[in-house]
Protein backbone atom coordinates (compact mmCIF):
# COMPACT_ATOMS: atom_id res chain seq x y z
CA UNK A 1 0.00 0.00 0.00
CA UNK A 2 1.29 3.41 -0.57
CA UNK A 3 -0.25 6.87 0.54
CA UNK A 4 -0.70 10.31 -0.87
CA UNK A 5 -0.44 13.40 0.35
CA UNK A 6 -3.75 13.61 2.41
CA UNK A 7 -2.07 9.95 4.07
CA UNK A 8 -5.15 8.41 2.11
CA UNK A 9 -3.59 4.75 1.07
CA UNK A 10 -3.83 2.97 -2.18
CA UNK A 11 -2.91 0.66 -4.26
CA UNK A 12 -1.06 1.65 -6.83
CA UNK A 13 0.01 0.12 -10.52
CA UNK A 14 3.01 0.27 -11.97
CA UNK A 15 4.02 2.87 -14.47
CA UNK A 16 6.81 1.80 -17.40
CA UNK A 17 8.64 4.26 -19.23
CA UNK A 18 9.53 2.82 -22.25
CA UNK A 19 11.47 4.15 -25.67
CA UNK A 20 9.44 3.88 -28.42
CA UNK A 21 12.59 3.89 -30.74
CA UNK A 22 14.03 6.08 -33.45
CA UNK A 23 10.59 5.68 -35.68
CA UNK A 24 11.46 1.93 -37.49
CA UNK A 25 8.87 0.10 -35.45
CA UNK A 26 11.07 -2.76 -35.80
CA UNK A 27 13.35 -0.92 -33.78
CA UNK A 28 11.61 -0.91 -30.71
CA UNK A 29 12.91 -3.63 -27.87
CA UNK A 30 10.92 -7.09 -27.05
CA UNK A 31 10.22 -5.80 -23.68
CA UNK A 32 8.78 -2.24 -24.73
CA UNK A 33 6.72 -4.45 -26.71
CA UNK A 34 5.43 -6.71 -24.65
CA UNK A 35 4.45 -4.22 -22.07
CA UNK A 36 2.40 -2.13 -24.78
CA UNK A 37 0.28 -5.31 -25.36
CA UNK A 38 -0.66 -5.79 -21.73
CA UNK A 39 -0.65 -2.28 -20.61
CA UNK A 40 -3.84 -0.92 -19.20
CA UNK A 41 -3.73 3.34 -20.78
CA UNK A 42 -0.68 3.72 -23.55
CA UNK A 43 0.45 7.43 -22.71
CA UNK A 44 2.18 8.19 -25.97
CA UNK A 45 3.91 10.91 -27.79
CA UNK A 46 4.50 12.71 -31.46
CA UNK A 47 7.34 10.60 -32.34
CA UNK A 48 5.92 6.88 -31.07
CA UNK A 49 4.16 5.57 -33.98
CA UNK A 50 0.31 4.07 -34.80
CA UNK A 51 2.51 0.55 -35.56
CA UNK A 52 3.47 0.56 -31.92
CA UNK A 53 -0.13 1.69 -30.26
CA UNK A 54 -1.57 -0.93 -32.41
CA UNK A 55 0.05 -3.55 -30.62
CA UNK A 56 -2.38 -2.24 -27.49
CA UNK A 57 -5.49 -4.52 -26.13
CA UNK A 58 -8.41 -3.52 -27.62
CA UNK A 59 -9.46 -2.05 -24.19
CA UNK A 60 -6.66 -0.03 -23.72
CA UNK A 61 -6.63 3.44 -22.97
CA UNK A 62 -5.22 5.47 -25.20
CA UNK A 63 -3.82 8.47 -24.73
CA UNK A 64 -2.20 11.08 -27.18
CA UNK A 65 0.61 13.49 -25.16
CA UNK A 66 2.65 15.01 -28.45
CA UNK A 67 4.70 17.74 -28.71
CA UNK A 68 5.44 19.15 -32.35
CA UNK A 69 7.55 22.08 -31.67
CA UNK A 70 5.68 24.80 -29.92
CA UNK A 71 2.75 22.44 -30.13
CA UNK A 72 2.03 20.90 -26.76
CA UNK A 73 -1.47 18.84 -26.13
CA UNK A 74 -0.63 18.98 -22.93
CA UNK A 75 1.90 20.60 -20.13
CA UNK A 76 4.79 18.45 -18.75
CA UNK A 77 3.27 19.02 -15.38
CA UNK A 78 -0.02 17.84 -17.28
CA UNK A 79 1.45 14.45 -18.01
CA UNK A 80 3.18 13.88 -15.17
CA UNK A 81 0.37 14.27 -13.02
CA UNK A 82 -1.85 12.26 -15.60
CA UNK A 83 0.86 9.27 -15.15
CA UNK A 84 0.45 9.35 -11.53
CA UNK A 85 -3.34 9.38 -11.58
CA UNK A 86 -3.40 6.34 -13.72
CA UNK A 87 -1.33 4.25 -11.58
CA UNK A 88 -3.14 5.40 -8.23
CA UNK A 89 -6.33 3.56 -10.20
CA UNK A 90 -4.16 0.54 -9.75
CA UNK A 91 -4.26 0.54 -13.68
CA UNK A 92 -0.73 -0.89 -15.72
CA UNK A 93 0.82 1.93 -17.59
CA UNK A 94 3.09 2.40 -20.12
CA UNK A 95 4.38 5.93 -20.75
CA UNK A 96 5.97 5.56 -24.71
CA UNK A 97 8.53 8.27 -25.39
CA UNK A 98 10.30 8.49 -29.09
CA UNK A 99 13.64 7.31 -28.63
CA UNK A 100 15.22 6.99 -25.15
CA UNK A 101 13.28 8.29 -22.31
CA UNK A 102 16.47 9.11 -20.77
CA UNK A 103 18.05 11.04 -23.41
CA UNK A 104 16.35 14.70 -23.93
CA UNK A 105 13.02 12.55 -23.47
CA UNK A 106 11.82 14.07 -19.65
CA UNK A 107 11.82 10.87 -18.85
CA UNK A 108 13.97 11.85 -15.46
CA UNK A 109 11.28 14.32 -14.76
CA UNK A 110 8.66 12.18 -15.18
CA UNK A 111 10.30 9.38 -13.22
CA UNK A 112 11.13 11.88 -10.11
CA UNK A 113 7.40 12.41 -10.10
CA UNK A 114 6.35 8.71 -9.72
CA UNK A 115 8.71 8.29 -6.71
CA UNK A 116 7.70 11.53 -5.11
CA UNK A 117 3.99 10.43 -5.18
CA UNK A 118 4.63 6.46 -4.00
CA UNK A 119 4.37 4.78 -7.31
CA UNK A 120 6.67 2.06 -8.64
CA UNK A 121 8.33 2.35 -11.76
CA UNK A 122 10.70 0.80 -14.40
CA UNK A 123 12.99 2.21 -17.26
CA UNK A 124 12.73 0.20 -20.61
CA UNK A 125 15.76 2.00 -22.44
CA UNK A 126 14.87 2.56 -26.66
CA UNK A 127 17.13 2.90 -29.54
CA UNK A 128 17.98 6.64 -30.06
CA UNK A 129 17.64 8.48 -33.03
CA UNK A 130 20.82 10.27 -32.04
CA UNK A 131 22.58 7.33 -33.04
CA UNK A 132 20.15 5.38 -35.19
CA UNK A 133 18.99 8.08 -37.77
CA UNK A 134 22.81 8.71 -38.62
CA UNK A 135 23.18 5.40 -38.86
CA UNK A 136 20.44 4.62 -41.18
CA UNK A 137 21.95 7.39 -43.58
CA UNK A 138 25.12 5.71 -43.81
CA UNK A 139 26.71 7.72 -40.48
CA UNK A 140 28.83 5.59 -38.25
CA UNK A 141 29.16 8.31 -35.06
CA UNK A 142 32.66 7.11 -33.94
CA UNK A 143 35.19 5.47 -36.48
CA UNK A 144 39.04 4.59 -35.29
CA UNK A 145 40.27 6.78 -37.91
CA UNK A 146 37.88 9.85 -38.18
CA UNK A 147 36.51 10.07 -34.06
CA UNK A 148 36.94 8.57 -30.92
CA UNK A 149 34.72 10.36 -28.90
CA UNK A 150 30.58 11.36 -29.40
CA UNK A 151 28.97 14.10 -27.81
CA UNK A 152 24.88 14.71 -27.64
CA UNK A 153 23.71 18.01 -27.46
CA UNK A 154 20.24 19.08 -26.76
CA UNK A 155 19.58 22.16 -29.85
CA UNK A 156 16.48 23.56 -27.40
CA UNK A 157 17.11 24.10 -24.21
CA UNK A 158 14.72 25.01 -21.46
CA UNK A 159 13.67 28.33 -22.90
CA UNK A 160 13.19 29.32 -18.96
CA UNK A 161 17.37 29.08 -18.33
CA UNK A 162 19.03 31.96 -17.34
CA UNK A 163 22.28 30.73 -19.32
CA UNK A 164 23.02 28.47 -22.05
CA UNK A 165 24.59 25.25 -20.39
CA UNK A 166 26.18 24.26 -23.91
CA UNK A 167 29.96 25.72 -24.09
CA UNK A 168 30.69 26.45 -27.60
CA UNK A 169 34.00 26.83 -27.02
CA UNK A 170 34.39 23.31 -26.07
CA UNK A 171 32.36 22.32 -28.17
CA UNK A 172 34.32 24.00 -31.68
CA UNK A 173 37.45 22.17 -30.02
CA UNK A 174 35.98 18.40 -29.83
CA UNK A 175 37.81 16.29 -31.91
CA UNK A 176 35.06 13.92 -32.10
CA UNK A 177 31.21 14.15 -33.23
CA UNK A 178 28.52 16.14 -32.34
CA UNK A 179 25.19 15.43 -32.70
CA UNK A 180 22.28 17.56 -31.80
CA UNK A 181 18.86 16.74 -31.33
CA UNK A 182 15.75 19.13 -31.48
CA UNK A 183 17.74 21.65 -33.24
CA UNK A 184 16.39 22.20 -36.54
CA UNK A 185 14.83 25.31 -35.89
CA UNK A 186 17.89 26.59 -34.19
CA UNK A 187 19.97 25.09 -36.99
CA UNK A 188 21.60 28.24 -37.99
CA UNK A 189 22.61 29.14 -34.49
CA UNK A 190 24.54 26.48 -34.06
CA UNK A 191 26.55 25.91 -36.90
CA UNK A 192 27.26 30.07 -36.76
CA UNK A 193 27.89 29.53 -32.97
CA UNK A 194 30.36 26.44 -33.56
CA UNK A 195 32.71 28.30 -36.26
CA UNK A 196 32.58 31.40 -34.35
CA UNK A 197 34.51 29.70 -31.59
CA UNK A 198 36.65 28.13 -34.06
CA UNK A 199 35.53 25.03 -36.05
CA UNK A 200 36.40 25.03 -39.71
CA UNK A 201 33.45 26.16 -41.91
CA UNK A 202 34.49 22.83 -44.28
CA UNK A 203 33.98 20.60 -41.41
CA UNK A 204 31.28 17.68 -42.69
CA UNK A 205 28.21 17.94 -41.52
CA UNK A 206 24.50 16.60 -41.80
CA UNK A 207 20.82 16.61 -41.08
CA UNK A 208 18.62 13.48 -41.53
CA UNK A 209 15.26 14.27 -41.44
CA UNK A 210 12.43 11.03 -40.07
CA UNK A 211 15.64 9.02 -39.35
CA UNK A 212 14.76 5.55 -39.96
CA UNK A 213 11.29 5.80 -41.61
CA UNK A 214 10.20 5.59 -45.61
CA UNK A 215 10.35 9.45 -45.03
CA UNK A 216 13.69 10.19 -44.31
CA UNK A 217 15.86 12.48 -46.36
CA UNK A 218 19.57 12.78 -45.64
CA UNK A 219 21.73 15.99 -46.88
CA UNK A 220 25.31 16.06 -46.47
CA UNK A 221 27.61 19.65 -46.91
CA UNK A 222 29.63 21.69 -44.92
CA UNK A 223 28.97 23.44 -41.52
CA UNK A 224 28.90 26.74 -43.65
CA UNK A 225 26.21 25.43 -46.23
CA UNK A 226 24.01 23.17 -43.87
CA UNK A 227 21.51 26.00 -42.98
CA UNK A 228 21.44 27.08 -46.52
CA UNK A 229 21.04 23.87 -48.58
CA UNK A 230 18.78 22.67 -46.00
CA UNK A 231 16.11 25.16 -45.98
CA UNK A 232 16.31 24.33 -49.87
CA UNK A 233 15.74 21.00 -49.57
CA UNK A 234 12.99 22.01 -47.39
CA UNK A 235 14.31 19.79 -44.20
CA UNK A 236 12.73 20.61 -41.45
CA UNK A 237 11.98 18.74 -37.62
CA UNK A 238 12.22 16.22 -36.82
CA UNK A 239 15.60 15.37 -37.73
CA UNK A 240 18.85 14.71 -36.53
CA UNK A 241 22.37 17.18 -36.61
CA UNK A 242 25.21 15.68 -36.97
CA UNK A 243 29.02 17.58 -37.32
CA UNK A 244 32.30 16.08 -37.78
CA UNK A 245 34.63 14.14 -40.14
CA UNK A 246 32.17 11.13 -39.83
CA UNK A 247 29.03 12.84 -42.19
CA UNK A 248 31.06 12.27 -44.93
CA UNK A 249 31.10 8.97 -44.85
CA UNK A 250 27.63 8.75 -45.58
CA UNK A 251 28.15 8.66 -49.82
CA UNK A 252 29.92 5.25 -49.17
CA UNK A 253 27.64 3.95 -46.84
CA UNK A 254 24.81 5.06 -47.19
CA UNK A 255 21.99 2.01 -47.51
CA UNK A 256 18.56 2.84 -46.50
CA UNK A 257 17.50 5.20 -49.02
CA UNK A 258 19.17 2.71 -51.69
CA UNK A 259 16.26 0.46 -50.97
CA UNK A 260 14.33 -0.17 -53.98
CA UNK A 261 10.54 0.58 -52.49
CA UNK A 262 12.51 3.60 -50.53
CA UNK A 263 9.70 6.59 -49.90
CA UNK A 264 6.62 4.63 -51.60
CA UNK A 265 3.20 4.99 -49.03
CA UNK A 266 2.24 1.42 -50.55
CA UNK A 267 -1.62 0.88 -49.53
CA UNK A 268 -2.78 -2.78 -48.20
CA UNK A 269 -5.85 -3.77 -48.66
CA UNK A 270 -5.70 -6.86 -47.66
CA UNK A 271 -7.91 -8.04 -44.17
CA UNK A 272 -6.02 -6.56 -41.03
CA UNK A 273 -5.30 -10.69 -39.68
CA UNK A 274 -3.56 -11.67 -42.98
CA UNK A 275 -1.29 -8.37 -44.15
CA UNK A 276 1.75 -9.21 -41.90
CA UNK A 277 3.64 -10.59 -44.24
CA UNK A 278 3.23 -8.11 -47.31
CA UNK A 279 3.67 -5.18 -44.87
CA UNK A 280 6.89 -6.47 -43.57
CA UNK A 281 8.19 -7.45 -47.15
CA UNK A 282 7.16 -3.51 -47.91
CA UNK A 283 9.39 -2.40 -44.92
CA UNK A 284 12.10 -4.60 -45.30
CA UNK A 285 12.15 -3.12 -48.86
CA UNK A 286 12.16 0.78 -47.59
CA UNK A 287 8.68 1.74 -48.43
CA UNK A 288 5.90 2.53 -45.86
CA UNK A 289 3.21 0.11 -45.63
CA UNK A 290 -0.17 1.42 -44.94
CA UNK A 291 -2.88 -0.78 -43.90
CA UNK A 292 -6.51 -0.26 -45.38
CA UNK A 293 -8.16 -3.63 -45.14
CA UNK A 294 -11.26 -3.19 -47.02
CA UNK A 295 -12.66 -6.71 -46.60
CA UNK A 296 -13.23 -8.90 -43.33
CA UNK A 297 -13.48 -13.11 -43.19
CA UNK A 298 -16.82 -13.74 -41.64
CA UNK A 299 -18.20 -17.38 -41.08
CA UNK A 300 -21.21 -18.01 -43.52
CA UNK A 301 -24.43 -17.47 -42.25
CA UNK A 302 -25.67 -21.63 -42.06
CA UNK A 303 -22.97 -24.28 -41.48
CA UNK A 304 -25.30 -27.02 -42.63
CA UNK A 305 -24.31 -27.53 -46.07
CA UNK A 306 -20.48 -27.88 -44.32
CA UNK A 307 -21.15 -29.66 -41.83
CA UNK A 308 -23.24 -32.67 -44.06
CA UNK A 309 -20.06 -32.55 -46.25
CA UNK A 310 -17.51 -33.27 -43.22
CA UNK A 311 -20.09 -35.95 -42.20
CA UNK A 312 -20.24 -37.28 -45.65
CA UNK A 313 -16.17 -36.62 -46.08
CA UNK A 314 -15.43 -40.30 -46.51
CA UNK A 315 -17.42 -40.54 -49.59
CA UNK A 316 -15.34 -37.46 -51.16
CA UNK A 317 -12.49 -38.89 -53.69
CA UNK A 318 -10.86 -35.25 -53.57
CA UNK A 319 -10.89 -31.88 -51.24
CA UNK A 320 -9.99 -29.30 -53.68
CA UNK A 321 -8.43 -26.23 -51.32
CA UNK A 322 -8.44 -22.28 -53.82
CA UNK A 323 -7.29 -20.49 -50.62
CA UNK A 324 -5.56 -20.42 -47.50
CA UNK A 325 -8.67 -18.79 -46.18
CA UNK A 326 -10.96 -22.25 -47.39
CA UNK A 327 -8.26 -23.92 -46.06
CA UNK A 328 -8.32 -22.45 -42.07
CA UNK A 329 -12.15 -22.11 -42.28
CA UNK A 330 -12.79 -25.84 -43.28
CA UNK A 331 -10.24 -27.42 -40.92
CA UNK A 332 -11.59 -25.08 -38.06
CA UNK A 333 -15.00 -26.67 -38.61
CA UNK A 334 -13.61 -30.00 -39.45
CA UNK A 335 -11.81 -30.36 -35.78
CA UNK A 336 -14.84 -28.46 -33.91
CA UNK A 337 -16.84 -31.72 -35.31
CA UNK A 338 -14.75 -34.35 -35.42
CA UNK A 339 -11.98 -33.99 -32.66
CA UNK A 340 -9.50 -35.13 -35.01
CA UNK A 341 -7.54 -34.49 -37.77
CA UNK A 342 -6.98 -38.09 -38.30
CA UNK A 343 -10.92 -38.57 -39.63
CA UNK A 344 -9.84 -36.62 -42.71
CA UNK A 345 -8.86 -39.29 -44.32
CA UNK A 346 -10.55 -41.46 -47.91
CA UNK A 347 -10.19 -38.31 -50.56
CA UNK A 348 -7.13 -37.25 -51.53
CA UNK A 349 -6.13 -33.21 -51.26
CA UNK A 350 -5.58 -30.81 -53.80
CA UNK A 351 -4.21 -26.71 -53.60
CA UNK A 352 -4.47 -24.00 -55.72
CA UNK A 353 -0.67 -23.23 -54.84
CA UNK A 354 1.98 -23.29 -52.71
CA UNK A 355 1.24 -20.70 -50.14
CA UNK A 356 -2.31 -22.97 -49.52
CA UNK A 357 -0.74 -25.81 -49.77
CA UNK A 358 1.55 -25.18 -47.15
CA UNK A 359 -1.56 -24.39 -44.95
CA UNK A 360 -2.86 -27.78 -45.81
CA UNK A 361 0.77 -29.36 -44.65
CA UNK A 362 0.97 -27.61 -41.15
CA UNK A 363 -2.07 -29.33 -39.61
CA UNK A 364 -0.27 -32.75 -40.88
CA UNK A 365 -2.62 -33.67 -44.14
CA UNK A 366 -0.54 -34.06 -47.58
CA UNK A 367 -1.42 -32.44 -50.59
CA UNK A 368 -1.57 -34.43 -53.54
CA UNK A 369 -1.97 -31.76 -56.13
CA UNK A 370 -0.96 -28.52 -56.73
CA UNK A 371 -1.40 -25.92 -59.50
CA UNK A 372 1.60 -25.26 -61.70
CA UNK A 373 -0.56 -21.43 -62.56
CA UNK A 374 -1.95 -20.51 -59.35
CA UNK A 375 -5.16 -19.59 -60.68
CA UNK A 376 -8.44 -21.89 -61.91
CA UNK A 377 -7.46 -22.25 -64.80
CA UNK A 378 -4.04 -23.70 -63.10
CA UNK A 379 -6.12 -26.60 -61.27
CA UNK A 380 -7.86 -27.44 -64.29
CA UNK A 381 -4.70 -28.01 -66.13
CA UNK A 382 -3.56 -30.31 -63.21
CA UNK A 383 -6.64 -32.26 -63.27
CA UNK A 384 -6.40 -32.53 -66.88
CA UNK A 385 -5.72 -36.47 -67.89
CA UNK A 386 -7.22 -37.71 -64.49
CA UNK A 387 -9.86 -40.45 -63.50
CA UNK A 388 -12.94 -37.79 -62.96
CA UNK A 389 -15.75 -39.56 -64.50
CA UNK A 390 -17.90 -40.01 -61.46
CA UNK A 391 -15.59 -39.06 -58.97
CA UNK A 392 -16.77 -37.17 -55.78
CA UNK A 393 -15.33 -33.73 -55.54
CA UNK A 394 -15.60 -31.04 -52.35
CA UNK A 395 -14.60 -27.64 -53.07
CA UNK A 396 -14.62 -25.41 -49.68
CA UNK A 397 -14.05 -22.27 -50.77
CA UNK A 398 -15.65 -18.26 -50.18
CA UNK A 399 -19.44 -17.72 -51.08
CA UNK A 400 -18.89 -15.15 -53.73
CA UNK A 401 -16.10 -17.39 -55.99
CA UNK A 402 -15.46 -17.68 -59.83
CA UNK A 403 -17.74 -20.88 -60.96
CA UNK A 404 -14.61 -21.63 -63.57
CA UNK A 405 -13.47 -24.52 -61.82
CA UNK A 406 -16.65 -26.42 -60.51
CA UNK A 407 -17.93 -26.09 -64.30
CA UNK A 408 -14.84 -27.53 -65.59
CA UNK A 409 -14.61 -29.81 -63.20
CA UNK A 410 -18.77 -31.00 -64.24
CA UNK A 411 -17.58 -30.98 -67.73
CA UNK A 412 -14.92 -33.72 -67.13
CA UNK A 413 -17.64 -35.55 -65.48
CA UNK A 414 -16.96 -35.02 -61.97
CA UNK A 415 -19.56 -34.72 -58.87
CA UNK A 416 -19.02 -31.26 -57.58
CA UNK A 417 -20.27 -30.09 -54.29
CA UNK A 418 -19.13 -26.68 -53.71
CA UNK A 419 -19.57 -25.65 -50.27
CA UNK A 420 -19.08 -21.72 -48.35
CA UNK A 421 -17.05 -21.80 -45.77
CA UNK A 422 -16.45 -18.29 -45.80
CA UNK A 423 -17.66 -15.10 -46.91
CA UNK A 424 -16.27 -11.59 -47.70
CA UNK A 425 -17.56 -8.48 -46.53
CA UNK A 426 -16.55 -4.71 -45.87
CA UNK A 427 -15.43 -4.23 -42.47
CA UNK A 428 -17.41 -2.32 -39.76
CA UNK A 429 -16.15 1.00 -38.80
CA UNK A 430 -13.53 1.19 -40.89
CA UNK A 431 -12.03 4.78 -40.83
CA UNK A 432 -11.91 6.13 -44.60
CA UNK A 433 -11.21 9.63 -44.21
CA UNK A 434 -7.01 9.78 -43.45
CA UNK A 435 -7.27 7.32 -46.30
CA UNK A 436 -9.37 9.46 -48.75
CA UNK A 437 -7.31 12.73 -47.57
CA UNK A 438 -3.78 11.19 -48.77
CA UNK A 439 -5.22 10.05 -51.83
CA UNK A 440 -6.35 13.29 -52.13
CA UNK A 441 -3.21 14.93 -51.54
CA UNK A 442 -1.74 12.34 -53.76
CA UNK A 443 0.49 11.03 -50.93
CA UNK A 444 -0.05 7.36 -51.99
CA UNK A 445 1.86 6.04 -54.33
CA UNK A 446 0.52 2.53 -54.61
CA UNK A 447 -2.50 0.72 -53.98
CA UNK A 448 -2.23 -3.72 -53.39
CA UNK A 449 -4.69 -5.56 -54.25
CA UNK A 450 -4.79 -9.36 -53.53
CA UNK A 451 -7.96 -10.42 -54.37
CA UNK A 452 -11.11 -9.15 -56.29
CA UNK A 453 -13.11 -8.32 -53.41
CA UNK A 454 -10.06 -6.33 -52.11
CA UNK A 455 -10.46 -4.28 -55.41
CA UNK A 456 -14.59 -4.15 -55.18
CA UNK A 457 -14.61 -3.12 -51.16
CA UNK A 458 -12.05 -0.77 -52.22
CA UNK A 459 -14.09 1.04 -55.17
CA UNK A 460 -16.75 0.48 -52.90
CA UNK A 461 -15.71 2.46 -50.22
CA UNK A 462 -13.75 5.47 -52.76
CA UNK A 463 -16.89 5.25 -54.64
CA UNK A 464 -16.85 4.59 -58.62
CA UNK A 465 -17.70 8.26 -59.31
CA UNK A 466 -14.15 9.53 -57.55
CA UNK A 467 -12.11 6.68 -58.55
CA UNK A 468 -10.59 8.24 -61.70
CA UNK A 469 -9.86 11.02 -60.01
CA UNK A 470 -8.50 9.74 -56.71
CA UNK A 471 -6.19 6.92 -58.66
CA UNK A 472 -4.69 9.47 -60.83
CA UNK A 473 -0.97 8.69 -60.76
CA UNK A 474 -1.38 6.26 -58.40
CA UNK A 475 0.37 2.63 -59.23
CA UNK A 476 -2.38 -0.05 -58.91
CA UNK A 477 -0.68 -3.52 -58.10
CA UNK A 478 -2.62 -6.81 -58.97
CA UNK A 479 -1.60 -10.34 -57.73
CA UNK A 480 -2.55 -12.17 -60.81
CA UNK A 481 -5.15 -12.14 -63.41
CA UNK A 482 -8.36 -12.51 -62.10
CA UNK A 483 -7.84 -9.66 -59.69
CA UNK A 484 -6.52 -7.35 -62.46
CA UNK A 485 -9.57 -8.45 -64.56
CA UNK A 486 -12.11 -7.36 -61.92
CA UNK A 487 -10.13 -4.17 -61.76
CA UNK A 488 -10.18 -3.22 -64.75
CA UNK A 489 -14.14 -4.28 -65.38
CA UNK A 490 -14.26 -1.96 -62.33
CA UNK A 491 -12.48 1.41 -64.07
CA UNK A 492 -9.32 1.00 -62.68
CA UNK A 493 -6.10 0.81 -64.75
CA UNK A 494 -3.40 -2.18 -63.10
CA UNK A 495 0.24 -0.80 -63.80
CA UNK A 496 1.71 -4.04 -62.08
CA UNK A 497 0.42 -7.57 -62.04
CA UNK A 498 2.48 -10.69 -60.11
CA UNK A 499 3.73 -12.89 -62.78
CA UNK A 500 3.68 -15.47 -59.72
CA UNK A 501 0.13 -15.32 -58.33
CA UNK A 502 1.68 -14.80 -54.50
CA UNK A 503 2.84 -12.08 -51.90
CA UNK A 504 6.28 -12.64 -52.77
CA UNK A 505 5.38 -12.44 -56.42
CA UNK A 506 3.58 -9.06 -55.90
CA UNK A 507 6.20 -7.47 -54.35
CA UNK A 508 8.55 -8.32 -56.92
CA UNK A 509 6.55 -7.34 -59.05
CA UNK A 510 6.46 -3.57 -57.64
CA UNK A 511 9.96 -3.61 -57.33
CA UNK A 512 10.48 -4.17 -60.71
CA UNK A 513 8.26 -1.91 -61.66
CA UNK A 514 10.23 0.95 -59.90
CA UNK A 515 13.68 -0.27 -61.06
CA UNK A 516 11.96 0.77 -64.96
CA UNK A 517 10.02 3.53 -63.47
CA UNK A 518 12.52 6.06 -62.37
CA UNK A 519 10.30 8.78 -61.60
CA UNK A 520 7.50 7.09 -59.63
CA UNK A 521 3.92 7.92 -61.96
CA UNK A 522 3.14 10.37 -58.27
CA UNK A 523 5.62 12.73 -59.22
CA UNK A 524 4.99 12.64 -63.05
Same mark, same amino acid.
Given at each position: ?34 ? !? ?5 ? !? ?14 ? =? ?205 ? !? ?31 ? =? ?225
Amino acid at each position: MAQDVTGKQFSPGVVYLAGAGPGDPELITLKAQQK !IKTADVI !IYDYLAGHELTSLARP =DAELIYVGKTGSQHTMKQSEINALLVEKAREGKTVVRLKGGDPFLFGRGGEEAEELVAAGIPFEIIPGVTSAIAAPAYAGIPVTHREHASMVTFVTGHENPEKENSAINWDVLARSPGTLVFLMGMKNLTEICNNLISCGMEEKTPAAVVQWGTTPRQQSLVATLGDLPDRAEKRGIKAPAVIVVGAVASLSDRLAWFETKPLFGKN !ILVTRTREQSGKLTAKIRELGGQPILFPTIVIR =DPDDFSALDDSIRNIQTYDWIVFTSVNGVERFMTRFLRLTQDIRELKGPKIAAIGPVTAAAVAERGVKVELTADIFVAEGLIEAFRGLPLQGRKILIPRAEKARDALPLALMTAGAQVNVVGVYRTDKPDNLDCAPILEMLEHKAIHAVTFTSSSTVSHFVEIVGAERLGELMEGVTAASIGPVTTETARRLGLRVAVEARQYTIDGLVNAMVEYYKRDATPQKDQ
